[in-house]
């Protein structure tokens, strides 16, 4: 889903928080927050972070194994509010 589409139904199902921006600034907005929180996501190595209304991203390091060799590498979880 392209960041057009998904500002497009964020303001259709929020009229009135959206009223008076247009849909490109609006683009530029959500493509704002999603760049937050992808760096908070990556600056950090082990950890929750939870965006209300969206979800909670859970970071993780694990160690794999490749070639005979363990290596770290950080697993990233997002995990959506359950429906009431």
């Given amino acids: ?9 964020a303001m259709a199902a929020n009229v009135t928080e959206f009223d008076g921006v247009n849909a490109g600034r609006a683009s530029k907005m959500v493509a704002s927050v999603l ?3 992808a760096k908070q996501v990556g600056e950090m190595d082990e950890g929750r972070i939870a965006v209300p209304g969206l979800g909670v991203f859970v970071i993780k390091q694990i160690e ?3 070639d005979g060799n363990k290596t770290k590498v950080k697993r990233v979880l997002f995990r959506i509010p359950q429906a009431k």
């Fill in 64 to 66: 794999r194994e490749k």
């Fill in 1 to 9: 889903m392209k960041l057009k589409e998904i500002t497009e139904l």
């Fill in 35 to 37: 760049k937050i929180i």
